[in-house]
């Protein structure tokens, strides 16, 4: 078995991830510092598996098999820490000759320690997800960064949701270059910070419930606003909206931002439109505050 980042002592993806409007794909493709070189672009068909009763879920943990132009790949990936589309979380994947999930490459990884072998037994398909990927490698200050667009649909039970989503994953470098080109990107294009995964997504459609955590502080409100706007886009419930403009609201208002984050936060409690899409500074403002706010030391 090879596993992605071998001898690493901790596999590790970091990524940030961006929710786009249909209008802002052709934008995205047009971009100067991404049609100045050939994308490659690959159909992905990925299914997602889980004990009948979501004993991966509850324990945050995602497994799928991939098929990729002929090839599968078997991933797992831990949830992400972070916050206003940023994500660092572990990740290990390895090829396979067959479409069947190699539980003995299971048994290994810290995330099924604790899980018996009669339960692993149970793992089974529980969601789809299939899109084409367009990806871009491109340096940035001396940083290597893959950028992918990805466009299909998550389908779970009897239940669909589009997948219009823009991912920078850092290959090399400091994760300040996913801030950077996500930026310079967000000032070309309306778009707005995602902190949900697909298979979190496509959980939540087929159970039609959309949890939100409790917040208070600066990061946790914006968060939860975050995590909002991905269910209302996925369920069309109003109370994900209307939830999602309160944190806002009252994030805009905590006691604890300076002048510039409280004015970040007040230009996104105006950047969404009756359908919860954001106008062309919703991006940049929420960009700007949660990187301020995911800097150490910075209000938690």
Not at 70 to 83: E, R, Y
Not at 219 to 224: D, E, I, N, T, Y
Request: glycine share 8%; with cysteine; net charge negative.
């Amino acid at each position: 078995m090879q596993l992605k980042n071998q001898g690493a002592p901790s596999p590790q993806e970091i990524e940030l991830k961006l929710a786009l409007p249909d209008t802002s794909i052709p934008r995205v493709k047009r971009l100067p510092l991404l049609a100045c070189q050939a994308p490659s672009q690959h159909t992905l068909v990925n299914t997602y598996y889980d004990t009948p009763e979501g004993l991966l879920a509850e324990q945050r943990v995602a497994l799928r098999l991939r098929h990729d132009d002929g090839q599968i790949v078997q991933t797992v990936k831990t949830a992400g820490m972070g916050g206003g589309g940023l994500s660092t979380r572990g990740e290990w994947e390895w090829p396979l000759e067959a479409a069947t999930l190699d539980i003995e490459g299971l048994k290994g990884l810290p995330p099924f320690a604790a899980i018996g072998p009669e339960r692993l037994a149970e793992l089974a398909p529980q969601l789809e997800t299939n899109f084409l990927r367009t990806r871009w490698e491109i340096e940035h200050s001396g940083n290597r960064v893959e950028v992918a667009l990805d466009e299909g649909e998550i389908v779970s039970g009897r239940h669909t949701t589009p997948i219009r989503e823009l991912e920078l994953e850092l290959k090399s470098g400091h994760p300040d270059a996913l801030w950077e080109l996500a930026t310079l990107i967000a000032k070309a294009t309306p778009l707005r910070p995602s902190d949900s995964s697909k298979a979190a997504r496509g959980r939540c459609l087929a159970e039609q419930h959309w949890p939100l955590p409790d917040a208070r502080s600066p990061s946790a409100l914006l968060h939860r606003a975050t995590l909002a706007l991905d269910a209302w886009h996925d369920s069309q419930r109003e109370a994900h909206l209307a939830a999602a403009e309160d944190s806002l609201r009252q994030l805009s208002a905590h006691p604890a931002l300076d002048k510039t984050l409280r004015e970040f936060a007040r230009q996104l409690t105006c950047g969404l439109d009756s359908h919860g899409q954001p106008d062309r500074y919703f991006g940049p403002a929420a960009l700007a505050l949660a990187r301020r706010l995911n800097e150490p030391g910075a209000l938690s």
